[in-house]
């Protein structure tokens, strides 16, 4: 029986999170979707993704396996207002991917400061709108203000399954490599 493996999928508001575990997942994902309502009007910033009209109010599950293990997928809700329940959804896990949309980086920010804060070996995936991506991995390392070198950065596209697959696996090979290196993921 392979182990099981819990990782995080985070990000802010409208990044991708939803379509990322549901592109990859080999079960139906579990999703906590709600309608977006005047309620958000003023609370709620959709400039850049107008389109969206559902948002996570809780969190997205899915799962895939890999050769080496049953990687457990928790999509975290990007809101700010729902982001009390990232400490909850933390628990267990053994890494995450921070996706980030490069149209809207500042969004990225708590998102990235949340996992280097709790010492959680995190990825961060660029989310290629359009198959296009203005800015190099480093370009993002820098913007993003990484303080680990080694955080990997990774393109993707969060609606196409072999690439989100790549992410994980980029995600894997990080904790392996940190596992080789000694180091211990939290404090």
């Given at each position: 029986?392979?182990?099981s493996v819990k990782l ?151 609606r196409e399954e072999d ?25």
């Amino acid at each position: 029986m392979l182990p099981s493996v819990k990782l995080l999928i985070a990000g802010g508001f409208g990044v991708g999170k939803t379509t990322a575990v549901g592109a990859v997942s080999e079960i139906t994902p579990l999703r906590t979707e709600e309608q977006l309502s005047e309620a958000g009007v003023g609370i709620d910033d959709l400039t850049g993704i107008e389109q969206k009209t559902a948002t996570t109010v809780a969190m997205d599950f899915g799962r895939i396996t890999v050769p080496e293990a049953v990687l457990m997928l928790f999509g975290t809700p990007g809101q700010e207002r729902f982001w009390f329940m990232w400490d909850d959804l933390l628990r267990g896990a053994l890494g995450a991917v921070v996706l980030v949309d490069t149209r809207r980086l500042e969004r990225s920010f708590a998102a990235v400061d949340f996992f280097e804060h709790r010492r959680l070996p995190f990825v961060v995936a660029a989310n290629c709108f359009f198959k296009q991506q203005r800015f190099t991995p480093e370009q993002i390392r820098e913007a993003l203000a990484l303080k680990d070198p080694e955080t990997p950065i990774v393109l993707f596209d969060a609606r196409e399954e072999d690439s989100v697959r790549d992410v994980l696996l980029a995600l894997m090979d990080h904790l392996i490599a940190i596992a080789e290196r000694g180091q211990t993921a939290r404090v």
